[in-house]
């Protein structure tokens, strides 16, 4: 049984910074696509970064980018989304998700932004930024 749990999430007001991390188990991600997507109360679920299976492409949403970091630990089979100067507009239920497809190096950007290529999910993680 597959299974990503993330950690990290909280309160934290603006400016500040916290990190996520999504554990998986019941098989490895080495050589998969990882992301994490967001959702706002009344919103649609958005995607927010995305890495390779190596971890030499990272993909990230126009919004964060230069505040946010992905990374990933395959030894630990382990994801993570630094995130610094945050914005109240950054509060949502952040999820991890995993591509269960090998990676390959001849997929556009858009595969990893897109929420139909992750076929693995997290419970999601609360992350809100009071002004």
């Known amino acids: 049984q597959v299974q990503l749990v993330e950690s990290g999430g909280g309160l934290v007001q603006a400016g500040g910074s916290l990190r996520l991390s999504c554990a998986a188990s019941?098989?490895?991600?080495?050589?998969?696509?990882m992301a994490w997507f967001r959702q706002a109360p009344g919103n649609e679920r958005e995607f927010v970064a995305a890495?390779?299976?190596?971890?030499?492409?990272?993909y990230y949403t126009d919004s964060v980018k230069g505040r946010f970091t992905i990374s990933r630990d395959n030894a630990k089979n382990t994801v993570y989304l630094q995130m610094n100067s945050l914005k109240p507009e950054d509060t949502a239920v952040y999820y991890c998700?995993?591509?269960?497809?090998?990676?390959?190096?001849?997929?556009?950007?858009?595969?990893?932004?897109?929420?139909?290529?992750?076929?693995?999910w997290g419970q999601g993680t609360q992350v809100t930024v009071s002004s």
């Open positions: 998700a995993a591509d269960v497809a090998l990676e390959s190096p001849y997929r556009s950007g858009t595969y990893y932004r897109e929420l139909r290529t992750y076929d693995h």
């Open positions: 019941g098989r490895t991600f080495a050589r998969n696509a």
């Open positions: 890495v390779s299976g190596t971890g030499s492409r990272t």
